[in-house]
């Protein structure tokens, strides 16, 4: 089964009547031979003064105030483009993440907003400490692009000693694991990443992180994980974990939830606008993952 040419333009004019600037500039590069500079305005417009990223680059805030997931967010979508460099990410990226480092050598995941705009209740109570999912990515990214800076030390001990510590807590969680990947694919330290990311294929695999049941509202939102959200192409690394027919099975419900509009919905969002963006990140998304597996119509 393949999304037809028809849902596929649904799709399309979904996001672009719709979606947010950086979902826009986004589907432009991946699908409409867009610029890589498109992309890195639209994220440099959530950029502040400091160096971060606010703005609610994540709809489930408006606050302006920098964020660390968010920098790590702007710092993922350059990535993907192809638009990054040592430069780019030491001069625009570096400064902004050591100002933010503990003592414990990682950066935080969020900081509660200090400002009264609306956001989420679970921002308000946010633990403000070092976090493997904001610094193993980071990590990872510098590693990638063969920079060596003395930060790295301090932070690298603070992530091997995370993954030990937390073991499968967050494993559901498939916001957080192609983070940890990022670090666990360009570590020079491969003994360890590999027998990381043995540990990481278990606990997936065992009983209640994939959610099986097709005719829950929730399947493939956060928490309620299906295998594309591990393996979202044939290269990934954890691709190996599912069965061809598992991939084609949940390929196919995929294409199947799209909704009349064009668009693939979910729960998210704190106004009507806000369920919009998170339907336009949601449905390039979808778009993505079919593309990756070959699964839209030409």
């Given amino acids: ?122 921002f308000k109570t946010v633990k403000e400490w070092a976090a493997l999912s904001t610094t193993a990515p980071l990590l990872g990214i510098l590693e990638k692009y063969k920079i060596d800076i003395p930060w790295m030390k301090k932070a690298e001990q603070f992530v091997w000693s995370e993954f030990e510590r937390i073991k499968d807590k967050h494993v559901f969680c498939y916001l957080c694991v192609p983070r940890w990947l990022t670090f666990l694919t360009y570590t020079k330290s491969r003994d360890k990443a590999e027998k990381t990311i043995n540990k990481l294929k278990n606990w997936i695999l065992a009983d209640g992180v994939i959610c099986k049941d097709k005719s829950d509202d929730g399947w493939g939102l956060y928490e309620k994980p299906h295998s594309l959200n591990y393996a979202h192409s044939f290269e990934s690394i954890l691709y190996s974990l599912f069965t061809k027919e598992t991939i084609e099975s949940d390929l196919k419900e995929l294409i199947n939830r799209q909704k009349n509009d064009g668009r693939w919905n979910t729960w998210y969002g704190i106004s009507e606008g806000t369920k919009l963006e998170w339907a336009g990140i949601q449905t390039l998304w979808a778009l993505k993952t079919l593309g990756n597996y070959n699964k839209i119509e030409k």
């Fill in 1 to 122: 089964m393949i999304l037809s040419k028809n849902s596929y333009l649904k799709a399309r004019d979904f996001i672009l009547t719709n979606a947010r600037m950086i979902e826009r500039r986004s589907f432009e590069f991946h699908f409409e031979n867009g610029t890589t500079e498109g992309v890195f305005h639209a994220v440099y417009a959530y950029r502040n003064s400091d160096g971060g990223f606010g703005h609610g680059m994540e709809p489930d805030t408006a606050s302006p105030e920098s964020q660390p997931l968010f920098s790590i967010m702007a710092l993922e979508t350059l990535d993907e483009v192809g638009y990054l460099n040592k430069e780019i990410i030491l001069n625009d990226f570096m400064p902004y993440f050591e100002s933010i480092t503990t003592e414990k050598g990682g950066i935080p995941w969020m900081f509660r907003p200090k400002s009264t705009y609306p956001c989420e209740e679970h």
